[in-house]
């Protein structure tokens, strides 16, 4: 009978509609959104209307956005036009789960049409709507991201600003909210002043009510997510894998000195995680502010090759080595678990971190190469082969639609714990083939 | 400084206030929040005031309820005094973490008066109003809960239901609800009518965010769940515990049998959820349903004794044995897990339960202890030891504040799986003593 591996998210394909005025952190959402839906494994696509609009038109004032404007009209329809049906394709030829529509969608004309293509389609719907009504944070938004759009290249900063304001101007004349009454019966969540207040209305499967749980958990108060691994541990020395070894002599030194840089940076409200192995406890231990172990960091489990090294891996299990080179990121080590798994495991711990403002995260190698993924917007294919070096903290912090990274190397040597992927993945090959990417060790 | 072995979801102490006319579900909620809570590991106890009132008071009319009844009034202030002494003993001496006041909390003047007892206490406050005008849903509670209430033991359904509406009545002439302006700043939740519709203000902490979550995946939709244990396996019979083996012969009859009962049943758009485990899924392949595997519903990890007999263990890590019986809730095999991280890892198997109508669960011994422990309402001590038998499946369909069980033993033989515990559970005990209550097996 048929078998599905936990898709249970949706049968449908699901059309998520962003409704607010400009300046009101549509895009910043849709982005975010996608980003952690193809992360938990949700194939997911932004389909943003000003990139379709840039294509057919090249921008010179806010009057394109005048609602008098009929040439302009008919341009932004056609281009609404084309957003939609490339959804379809998306959907329908390119195994698409959840399109994001990025757009003002501020007139109750517009969503209805979208609602009947939906409709006609066997899509759900389901819109996003961002009410803003704080002048600082629209000024700020516009300072992060507006006035450096592609629309503004050849002004300055005080034009653009002056020209942008006139813009939403001409959206707030025909803008319709979502409407208690005459709304009811659609699916949406409005989020008000950036997250302060929520209104959840008709949440109709499970993906919806992922995204709501996930909307209401982010924020953007500035802050910055530090990732580190253990310190070396015995077992890195010797090249085996897995187990639940203590830290070499180095590894206590770069504990030690991540201490001081932790210090040096003056972090306000640290919150240190760890896993619940002894390597990641004991890196902690010197940083000397208090920290929280979390099962879910645990490193991947390698099953029946735990605590072996790749030579021991080839001649125990010459097939498996070459399945897992040909599928990283879905291989299960037998009686352990995937990549695939970890980020299954990890989710939780993306979701606090959304929550918590500066953390810093001592974990694992495949650990840190999937919250790194999150982060960084890696897909499956890049995320088992991300390089997360011994002794190399990053410090993430979101900066406009991304994620600026500074890589800190501590000056504490170790051994290289990356391997690639080899030329020859076919079960047939030699020793020698599979062992050429290995790194070198005790 | 290790602060903690599983996160922390809040560091002050939570009162939830529910608000809400009676017959609203207000109790219902917070019975079911409270299970929830506890069931996660957050010590939650339900504090309902109309329990306290019944204590000093035996109830003679809705008249006590007017609220012009100036002596009833005082004794209703006492009885909302005395519960929130109460709340400051859980927190204070009972490591109580949240706490639930189930009242109707309808008047400002009262709310104002809880939130300055929890500022000058430390205590984080989260209010959660329900709201419903549907009088078919209101009349559907009170013939559920209301006729058959400590206040209405002498009288017949129809006094009682026109004395409860008069009740009803009172507390609408003063109810004010939260408002949008005025209390824009407290953290709460509105839910309307049963859940179509929800507004959330101001999210403190994890712990909230949690609850929100889980307010917004519940129903009321009439439906059953159905656990029952994979058909006895290979394992089962040589009383081997863990692994990854199929059903024995008798295994198979049980699994052609529950496909039988289950069509017997005829269950509307029965959804059925296995483990990864060959077993769960061999038992499934008989009920000519289409089945969703789930990771999560594994078997726990034994790391060590995994395939090991009892015996074998007692052989081999007497020492870890013992301990196990100890504490058979947080005792962690080696390189293994605990009940505690199997109910922590089937947390969101629970969530999706919740959101979900007719469901069959085929799993495992422990994992159906952990999903029974939740259902049912069961303790962390007595979690361990449910008895689970195999070729037996429960029906549990919610009524009224709890959950009706049916077992269903289908007629076919299998081996016990269940071990009581012991007399002797100290390290030094001898093998005998340890043995005496295992399973008989081939």
Request: charged share 25%; net charge neutral.
């Given at each position: 009978?048929?078998?599905?591996?936990?898709?249970?998210?949706?049968?449908?394909?699901?059309?998520i509609?962003?409704?607010?005025?400009?300046?009101?952190?549509?895009?910043?959402i849709?982005?975010k959104l996608?980003?952690y839906?193809?992360?938990?494994?949700?194939?997911?696509?932004?389909?943003?209307?000003?990139?379709?609009?840039?294509?057919?038109?090249?921008?010179?004032?806010?009057?394109?956005?005048?609602?008098?404007?009929?040439?302009?009209?008919?341009?932004?329809?056609?281009?609404?036009?084309?957003?939609?049906?490339?959804?379809?394709?998306?959907?329908?030829?390119?195994?698409?789960?959840?399109?994001?529509?990025?757009?003002?969608?501020?007139?109750?004309?517009?969503?209805?049409?979208?609602?009947?293509?939906?409709?006609?389609?066997?899509?759900?719907?389901?819109?996003v709507?961002s009410?803003?009504?704080?002048?600082?944070?629209?000024?700020?938004?516009?300072?992060?991201?507006?006035?450096?759009?592609?629309?503004?290249?050849?002004?300055?900063?005080?034009?653009?600003?002056?020209?942008?304001?006139?813009?939403?101007?001409?959206?707030?004349?025909?803008?319709?909210?979502?409407?208690?009454?005459?709304?009811?019966?659609?699916?949406?969540i409005?989020i008000?002043?950036?997250g302060?207040?929520y209104?959840v209305?008709?949440?109709?499967?499970?993906?919806?009510?992922r995204i709501v749980y996930y909307l209401m958990n982010i924020?953007?108060?500035?802050?910055?997510?530090?990732?580190?691994?253990?310190?070396?541990?015995?077992?890195?020395?010797?090249?085996?894998?897995?187990?639940?070894?203590?830290?070499?002599?180095?590894?206590?030194?770069?504990?030690?000195?991540?201490?001081?840089?932790?210090?040096?940076?003056?972090?306000?409200?640290?919150?240190?995680?760890?896993?619940?192995?002894?390597?990641?406890?004991?890196?902690?231990?010197?940083?000397?502010?208090?920290?929280?172990?979390?099962?879910?960091?645990?490193?991947?489990?390698?099953?029946?090759?735990?605590?072996?090294?790749?030579?021991?891996?080839?001649?125990?299990?010459?097939?498996?080595?070459?399945?897992?080179?040909?599928?990283?990121?879905?291989?299960?080590?037998?009686?352990?678990?995937?990549?695939?798994?970890?980020?299954?495991?990890?989710?939780?711990?993306?979701?606090?971190?959304e929550?918590?403002?500066?953390?810093?995260?001592?974990?694992?190698?495949?650990?840190?190469?999937?919250?790194?993924?999150?982060?960084?917007?890696?897909?499956?294919?890049?995320?088992?082969?991300?390089?997360?070096?011994?002794?190399?903290?990053?410090?993430?912090?979101?900066?406009?639609?991304?994620?600026?990274?500074?890589?800190?190397?501590?000056?504490?040597?170790?051994?290289?714990?990356?391997?690639?992927?080899?030329?020859?993945?076919?079960?047939?090959?030699?020793?020698?083939?599979?062992?050429?990417?290995?790194?070198?060790?005790?």
């Amino acid at each position: 009978m048929i078998i599905m591996q936990n898709t249970f998210f949706t049968n449908s394909p699901t059309l998520i509609v962003m409704v607010g005025l400009p300046a009101r952190g549509k895009t910043y959402i849709s982005k975010k959104l996608t980003r952690y839906l193809n992360w938990i494994g949700v194939p997911t696509k932004v389909f943003n209307l000003g990139q379709y609009r840039r294509e057919v038109q090249s921008y010179k004032s806010f009057e394109f956005f005048r609602p008098d404007n009929e040439e302009a009209m008919q341009i932004r329809k056609a281009c609404a036009s084309n957003a939609l049906k490339d959804v379809v394709i998306y959907f329908s030829k390119e195994h698409g789960q959840v399109a994001v529509f990025d757009a003002t969608n501020t007139t109750r004309e517009r969503r209805v049409s979208i609602v009947s293509f939906a409709k006609e389609k066997g899509y759900k719907v389901f819109f996003v709507e961002s009410i803003c009504d704080d002048p600082d944070i629209i000024a700020q938004n516009i300072a992060d991201v507006k006035v450096s759009s592609p629309d503004y290249l050849n002004c300055d900063k005080e034009e653009a600003l002056a020209d942008f304001l006139k813009r939403i101007e001409c959206y707030k004349q025909t803008y319709v909210p979502l409407d208690d009454e005459k709304d009811r019966r659609l699916s949406y969540i409005k989020i008000f002043n950036v997250g302060s207040r929520y209104l959840v209305n008709c949440v109709q499967d499970h993906i919806q009510s992922r995204i709501v749980y996930y909307l209401m958990n982010i924020h953007v108060t500035p802050r910055s997510i530090y990732l580190s691994r253990h310190g070396e541990s015995n077992m890195n020395l010797l090249g085996r894998i897995g187990g639940d070894s203590g830290l070499s002599p180095r590894g206590h030194k770069y504990a030690t000195a991540l201490g001081t840089f932790i210090k040096s940076q003056h972090i306000k409200d640290l919150k240190v995680w760890t896993s619940h192995m002894k390597r990641t406890i004991q890196t902690a231990e010197h940083l000397g502010i208090p920290y929280e172990q979390w099962k879910a960091l645990n490193e991947i489990d390698a099953g029946v090759c735990e605590e072996m090294t790749y030579e021991e891996i080839q001649d125990n299990h010459p097939e498996e080595f070459a399945l897992r080179d040909q599928d990283k990121y879905r291989y299960r080590y037998p009686k352990g678990e995937s990549y695939e798994d970890l980020v299954h495991r990890l989710e939780p711990v993306i979701m606090e971190l959304e929550r918590q403002e500066n953390v810093l995260v001592v974990c694992h190698q495949a650990v840190m190469r999937c919250l790194l993924a999150y982060l960084l917007d890696k897909t499956a294919d890049e995320l088992p082969y991300l390089k997360c070096p011994l002794h190399t903290a990053l410090k993430l912090t979101p900066v406009a639609y991304g994620c600026k990274v500074e890589h800190v190397f501590l000056n504490i040597e170790a051994v290289n714990t990356h391997r690639e992927r080899p030329g020859n993945v076919d079960v047939s090959r030699d020793p020698e083939e599979a062992l050429k990417t290995i790194p070198d060790h005790f």
